[in-house]
């Protein structure tokens, strides 16, 4: 296990596969997370060195496809040629770099499954024999009867039909005690864990012979047997195959190269043929075993997984064409832990444009730049004497990398791109401590060190954040003047502080623009209605988002040409700025040395020329302002909860 793994990294290879897509629908937010997914892992190698192959498709036989064309009136071929090239088009859009897209109807692919196919005949594997079963034809499979809930089929909810007919066996059997020893030797065969358990627990029971034909008389649509032309291959039996015929596989060099790392990513909804079925099949046409199942759950739409009959398709253009593509694929891989379900709504995306991207990383990019521009015009920084806070940010961005790697290499993308945040969180705080607009007016080496202990993190923060945002990076890069970009960079030259360096810095466009949430009358009439349902009531996520803490006011002085405002320095645990209208209320000889309590993530604004970063809370009546103040000597900086 330990030697494979060393294997794996010291190869620098990777083959990196999605689901081949049913072409019945069209494409939606689940197939673009999983291909989404699939891209980011492929760009994360590219960095790391890694020679890598990214295999998508659509899957276009079956009985499934033949009713979708009838319903609209077209031929199988004219139907799947269309709803397949709405696929391969959509990929491009995403930014989705995919090396082969392949078809279950490519001539290339037919003969491999027949190869196969024969090669497990030859061998005695696949038989003739009588069956009878309950079939489900959305999911194109048999079921067994513990497998229904209620008599239904748990995904689609209808009920299977039952079919007996005389069809060819695969001797899956067979292979079930080697299947259940190979998965117990290698622990993350197939991951996260709970996906693990679930096979083994499923495998536990003994495992039925796979029927892998349909006859020709109910279904033509299919890739017929090679050694009965009355009959044509089982989907999956066939589907499964893309993986291989993808490759070239049996003669192609890309097979010999690529299929000892082979990667597959999927949902939990076709975990048993993806576990089950293809390691046997595999093992029985003498081909080793894939190295990884990486299983994710559902996207749900308003509790529900997204379906064409719930009508809670959420088209992934309409979303990146509202919000962008970078931050649409940042949401996807932030949100959704990877192996548990999410929901999608567009509040959150909202919420996370705004809070994670315009206020955090935007803000700090720009900010950042504007300086670098106007007290460097846009010269690189030099580093000259560096103080226990430099060593500090160096420290922690270089030890971001490493996290990272370890994450990103597991599946656990929102794991990393949280790792990614503290460093922007650290260097936001960083730049208020350090104030470079006071700096510049006193020392302009220690500016120049302090710039410079900026600059370096983005730099790094751009190529770690590359795989999750092509584009805004690549722009963050041309900013920030580098020689080289995206895919041209790698991560070993990232760990070496200061190595990649600059030409020219300038601030270019904002990369994330805030977003204000416009709803539309239907969803504020729906909003209208939950709220007073619920009073109105927010929940704790929304409200632990506010960082509140204790603060103490340090100075506070008129603004001059305002009645109303006072600028106050105030400690809370770092000393900033805040500009409160509180000044018709309170003196400001009565105001210093007092406790108060203040939101410390609000976006900082200019009132008067003074950057505000934060606001007091007070509450007003006609009496007029009172500032809130903790009960006793709470510590400044102290959360409040
Ligand atoms: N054709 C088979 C796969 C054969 S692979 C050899 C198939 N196709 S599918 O069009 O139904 O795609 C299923 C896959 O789409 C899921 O495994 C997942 O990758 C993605 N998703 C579809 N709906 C999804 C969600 N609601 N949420 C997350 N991913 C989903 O099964």
Redesign the pocket.
């Known amino acids: 296990m330990k030697e494979m793994k060393e294997k794996e990294d010291s190869q620098k290879i990777i083959y990196i596969t999605?689901?081949?897509?049913?072409v019945n629908a069209e494409p939606h937010l689940?197939?673009a997370?999983?291909t989404i997914v699939a891209d980011v892992f492929k760009r994360f190698h590219v960095i790391s060195g890694y020679k890598t192959f990214f295999l998508t498709g659509t899957?276009e036989h079956g009985e499934k496809i033949v009713k979708a064309a009838q319903q609209v009136g077209k031929s199988p071929k004219e139907y799947v040629d269309r709803i397949s090239s709405l696929f391969r088009e959509l990929w491009p859009k995403l930014n989705i770099s995919y090396d082969h897209f392949i078809r279950t109807t490519d001539p290339e692919h037919i003969k491999t499954v027949q190869f196969i196919l024969n090669k497990i005949y030859e061998k005695g594997d696949i038989y003739f024999g009588q069956y009878e079963g309950l079939y489900c034809v959305g999911c194109e499979r048999f079921y067994t009867k513990r497998e229904l809930v209620d008599g239904k089929c748990p995904d689609h909810k209808t009920e299977p039909e039952v079919i007996k007919e005389e069809n060819y066996f695969f001797r899956m059997s067979k292979y079930q005690d080697w299947l259940v020893e190979y998965i117990e030797k290698h622990p993350d065969f197939i991951r996260p864990e709970r996906y693990r358990n679930e096979v083994l627990s499923f495998l536990k029971e003994p495992l039925e012979d796979l029927c892998i034909s349909r006859p020709k008389k109910r279904l033509t649509w299919g890739i017929p047997l090679p050694f009965d032309e009355n009959f044509v291959t089982y989907v999956w039996f066939d589907?499964?195959i893309?993986y291989l015929s993808g490759l070239g596989y049996p003669e192609g060099e890309r097979f010999k190269i690529f299929w000892p790392y082979a990667h597959h990513i999927?949902?939990k909804?076709?975990l048993k043929p993806h576990a089950i079925y293809w390691p046997c099949m595999l093992k029985a046409a003498e081909i080793e075993p894939y190295r990884h199942l990486n299983v994710?759950g559902?996207?749900n739409v308003e509790e529900a997984?997204?379906s064409k009959s719930l009508g809670n398709i959420v088209r992934p253009l309409d979303i990146v064409e509202k919000y962008g593509l970078d931050a649409f694929r940042y949401f996807l891989m932030r949100e959704m832990v990877f192996g548990l379900d999410s929901t999608f709504s567009e509040d959150a995306i909202v919420n996370r444009i705004n809070a994670d991207l315009a206020n955090d990383l935007g803000n700090l990019f720009r900010r950042s730049l504007t300086m670098a521009e106007k007290y460097l015009s846009g010269e690189p920084p030099v580093c000259h004497e560096i103080t226990e806070d430099e060593r500090d940010i160096r420290e922690k961005t270089l030890a971001c990398i490493e996290e990272y790697e370890g994450f990103m290499k597991n599946f656990m993308f929102h794991r990393a791109l949280i790792s990614i945040w503290e460093v922007i969180s650290l260097l936001n705080k960083y730049i208020d401590r350090m104030a470079p607009w006071e700096l510049v007016k006193k020392d302009k080496k220690r500016l120049s060190t302090v710039m410079y202990h900026i600059i370096e993190p983005l730099k790094i923060i751009s190529v770690l954040l590359w795989p999750f945002m092509p584009s805004s990076t690549e722009k963050m890069q041309e900013m920030l003047g580098l020689k080289k970009k995206g895919a041209d960079i790698r991560i070993e030259e990232i760990k070496e502080w200061g190595r990649l360096s600059s030409v020219h810095l300038s601030r270019g466009e904002a990369l994330f623009p805030r977003i204000e949430a416009k709803t539309s009358k239907k969803e504020e009439k729906k909003k209208d209605k939950k709220g007073k349902e619920k009073g109105n009531l927010i929940s704790i996520d929304d409200f632990s988002k506010i960082d509140l803490r204790v603060g103490k006011i340090l100075a506070a002085e008129k603004i001059p040409g305002s009645k109303k405002l006072l600028k106050l320095k105030v400690n809370t645990g770092e000393e900033r700025t805040i500009v409160a209208g509180i000044a018709e209320s309170y003196k400001e000889e009565d105001l210093v040395g007092r406790l108060v309590i203040v939101v410390c993530n609000l976006k900082p604004a200019k009132i008067f020329g003074i950057e505000s970063q934060g606001m007091l809370l007070a509450a007003s009546d006609d009496s007029g302002i009172h500032i809130i103040t903790p009960d006793g000597d709470v510590t400044p900086g102290a959360k409040v909860k």
């Open positions: 999605t689901p081949i897509y049913y689940g197939h997370y999983s899957d589907a499964l893309n999927i949902a909804d076709i994710h559902y996207w997984k997204m």
